[in-house]
């Protein structure tokens, strides 16, 4: 079990639990996990090309939403005028995150903490720490938020996995709530209908029982998301005619901090805790 470059030039590490067994990331570039080989097959998407153009959002990885997830329908920033607004799933994704490694645990702990670029956007001092510990067939994630402000502080957060997919004919989604929200018209809709869309592209919001999951029946695998409340809700998003389809855990909709709706509340000098793992299982 190690850390080393993998591409200076891209500034992207690996952390190797053996040859079958590895993921990349990039803590320039919000601290993404940009790929996951798991028992030597390629887990998520990734568009490296794009990736090389810094002008452009990425495409492909793990990139983590925080503190918002979606986007917010005001024009003007929540803190007053003298902030900026945030912008879509905020600003983590943006940033430059730090890494340490604990060899015991195997695990890979990245963290984010306050700075003058966040403080134009969002007036606390916070530390986010995500570890991540690589198994076989598994990537488990511990998430904490810590507030080190005296006033409570408002969070949002999530991940926006991007799953290799064979092709969306392939795809069998599994444990889905009979209705969900198209964000795109913003109307709540019958799921299955709105899955039948897929190669078209949708964006849709879910609320689950902390566990989502689908089956490529041609990559003859399935990828379950286990997500326990608060952060159980799932976005669905495709965008053809790329190969991948995104199952996010969200702890909140979009415009939570406006609305107030799942907000979620960190106290004074307090902590938020979530846990979600990726489980992949062969199909016979």
């Given at each position: 079990?190690?850390?080393?470059?993998?591409?200076?030039?891209?500034?992207?590490?690996?952390?190797?639990?053996?040859?079958?067994?590895?993921?990349?990331?990039?803590?320039?570039?919000?601290?993404v996990?940009?790929?996951?080989?798991?028992?030597?097959?390629?887990?998520?998407?990734?568009?490296?090309?794009?990736?090389?153009?810094?002008?452009?959002?990425?495409?492909?990885?793990?990139?983590?939403?925080?503190?918002?997830?979606?986007?917010?329908?005001?024009?003007?920033?929540?803190?007053?005028?003298?902030?900026?607004?945030?912008?879509?799933?905020?600003?983590?994704?943006?940033?430059?995150?730090?890494?340490?490694?604990?060899?015991n645990?195997?695990?890979?702990?990245l963290?984010?903490?306050?700075?003058?670029?966040?403080?134009?956007?969002y007036?606390?001092?916070?530390?986010?720490?995500?570890?991540?510990?690589?198994?076989?067939?598994?990537?488990?994630?511990?998430?904490?938020?810590?507030?080190?402000?005296?006033?409570?502080?408002?969070?949002?957060?999530?991940?926006?996995?991007?799953?290799?997919?064979?092709?969306?004919?392939?795809?069998?989604?599994?444990?889905?709530?009979?209705?969900?929200?198209?964000?795109?018209?913003?109307?709540?809709?019958?799921?299955?209908d709105?899955?039948?869309?897929?190669?078209?592209?949708?964006?849709?919001?879910?609320?689950?029982?902390?566990?989502?999951?689908?089956?490529?029946?041609?990559?003859?695998?399935?990828?379950?998301?286990?997500?326990?409340?608060?952060?159980?809700?799932?976005?669905?998003?495709?965008?053809?005619?790329?190969?991948?389809?995104?199952?996010?855990?969200?702890?909140?909709?979009?415009?939570?901090?406006?609305?107030?709706?799942?907000?979620?509340?960190?106290?004074?000098?307090?902590?938020?805790?979530?846990?979600?793992?990726?489980?992949?299982?062969?199909?016979?």
């Amino acid at each position: 079990m190690q850390i080393k470059l993998s591409n200076k030039d891209l500034g992207i590490y690996v952390f190797q639990l053996d040859q079958n067994n590895y993921i990349k990331f990039c803590p320039k570039r919000g601290g993404v996990i940009t790929n996951w080989i798991s028992d030597g097959k390629e887990i998520l998407y990734f568009d490296e090309k794009r990736f090389m153009d810094k002008t452009k959002s990425i495409r492909g990885g793990i990139p983590i939403l925080f503190p918002i997830c979606g986007n917010l329908n005001t024009s003007s920033s929540l803190f007053g005028k003298d902030y900026l607004q945030l912008t879509q799933h905020g600003f983590a994704r943006d940033l430059q995150w730090q890494y340490s490694f604990k060899e015991n645990q195997k695990s890979l702990c990245l963290f984010l903490n306050e700075s003058t670029k966040t403080k134009k956007y969002y007036p606390f001092d916070f530390e986010l720490r995500i570890e991540i510990t690589l198994k076989i067939n598994c990537l488990e994630f511990e998430i904490k938020i810590h507030n080190k402000t005296d006033i409570v502080m408002p969070v949002n957060f999530g991940l926006h996995p991007y799953f290799n997919v064979s092709d969306f004919k392939n795809l069998e989604f599994i444990d889905n709530p009979l209705n969900c929200q198209n964000q795109e018209k913003n109307i709540i809709s019958n799921t299955l209908d709105e899955l039948n869309n897929i190669n078209l592209g949708v964006d849709l919001l879910m609320y689950t029982s902390g566990r989502s999951a689908f089956r490529d029946n041609f990559f003859k695998r399935q990828v379950t998301l286990n997500h326990p409340y608060p952060f159980d809700l799932r976005v669905i998003w495709s965008d053809p005619p790329r190969r991948m389809i995104c199952l996010e855990p969200w702890t909140s909709p979009r415009n939570s901090f406006v609305d107030g709706f799942r907000n979620i509340m960190v106290l004074p000098n307090g902590s938020q805790k979530f846990d979600a793992s990726i489980q992949i299982k062969s199909l016979k």
